[in-house]
C-alpha cells in the first residue's frame, strides 16, 4: 500500500462548537485541556453526552467540533456504512446534540483515543510544531489545504489491519474508501489521497517521541 485517503466534509454548516456550560464542566473536571481543548484519554469513559452550540440540523454526514480535540461525527446513515465494530475502535461512541435537544438520533460523536496515535499526519512544509503550553502535548499541523503534501510514515500505521484509523484525521485504506464509501456517494463526503513514506520530508525526526522531544528542546511551547 503506497498511500492512504483522509476523510473529509466539505459542507460549510458544521457542529459549531462543544457548549460552553459545557466545556467548562469538562475543564472543572480535567477531562479535557483548558488551552488546547484536548481530552485526556484517561477520561474518555467520564463523558456520556456532548452538546454543541448550534441552533440548526447540520446538513453534512460527518465533521468535528470546535473546541474539543479529537472528535468525529458521523451522521446515522455514514455510521450505518461503516459498522459499528470498525467505528467503536476509534475510541467512545457518545449522543449528540444540540442546546435545542435536537437530532440526538441523526449522528453519532466519537471521542477518539488519541493513544492509538494523535497528530501523525505530516506534511512537506508544515506549520511549525508546538507543544501545548499547559498540558504538554505535541500540536502539529501538516500545512492547508489537504493536499499530496501531506503524508504518513508506514511505521505509524495501525499494526493490526485496520482500515479505518485516526493519526489526527480520519484515515482509511483505498479498499474501504473505493468499495465501500465512494460508490455511496455520500453528500460533503470526500476523500484526500496521502502518501506513505518511510522517512519524514519536513526536517523533523522520524519517531513520534523524538519529535516531540526536539520541538521542547528548541522551546516552541504556545
Known amino acids: 500500500m503506497d498511500y492512504i485517503y ?6 460549510q454548516a458544521g457542529f459549531g462548537q462543544v457548549h460552553p ?24 469513559n467520564d463523558i456520556d453526552r456532548i452538546i454543541v452550540n ?11 467540533i ?23 475502535r476509534l475510541g467512545r461512541v457518545v449522543p449528540i446534540e444540540n442546546h435545542l435537544g435536537q437530532f440526538q438520533n441523526r449522528f453519532k460523536c466519537v471521542l477518539i483515543d488519541e493513544r492509538q496515535g494523535d497528530d ?7 506549520n511549525e510544531p508546538s507543544i501545548c503550553k499547559v498540558c504538554g502535548r505535541l500540536r502539529y499541523w501538516p500545512g492547508w489545504p489537504p493536499s499530496e503534501k501531506w503524508y504518513v510514515l508506514r511505521r505509524d500505521l495501525p499494526k493490526d489491519g485496520r482500515d479505518l484509523f485516526h493519526l489526527g484525521f480520519l484515515l ?11 460508490p455511496v456517494k ?11 513514506l518511510d522517512e519524514p520530508t519536513d526536517g523533523w525526526p522520524a519517531d513520534h517521541q523524538e519529535l516531540t522531544e526536539a520541538v521542547r528542546a528548541k522551546g516552541l511551547l504556545k
Not at 459545557?22 to 474518555?44: S, T, W
Not at 482509511?172 to 468499495?179: A, D, F, G, I, M
Not at 455520500?186 to 506513505?196: D, E, F, Q, T, V
Open 6 to 11: 483522509e476523510i473529509t466534509s466539505t459542507a
Open 21 to 44: 456550560q459545557l466545556r467548562e464542566e469538562f475543564v472543572a473536571k480535567g477531562i479535557i485541556c483548558p488551552h488546547c481543548g484536548r481530552i485526556d484519554p484517561l477520561h474518555l
Open 54 to 64: 448550534v441552533d440548526y440540523v447540520p446538513k453534512t454526514h460527518s465533521g468535528v
Open 66 to 88: 470546535g473546541k474539543l480535540v479529537y472528535t468525529e461525527l458521523f451522521s446515522s446513515q455514514f455510521y450505518e456504512i461503516l459498522g459499528h465494530e470498525r467505528i467503536q
Open 120 to 126: 501523525k499526519v505530516r506534511g512537506d512544509t508544515p
Open 172 to 182: 482509511c485504506t483505498p479498499e474501504l474508501w473505493e468499495q465501500k464509501i465512494k
Open 186 to 196: 455520500l453528500k460533503h463526503i470526500k476523500a484526500h489521497r496521502l502518501r506513505i
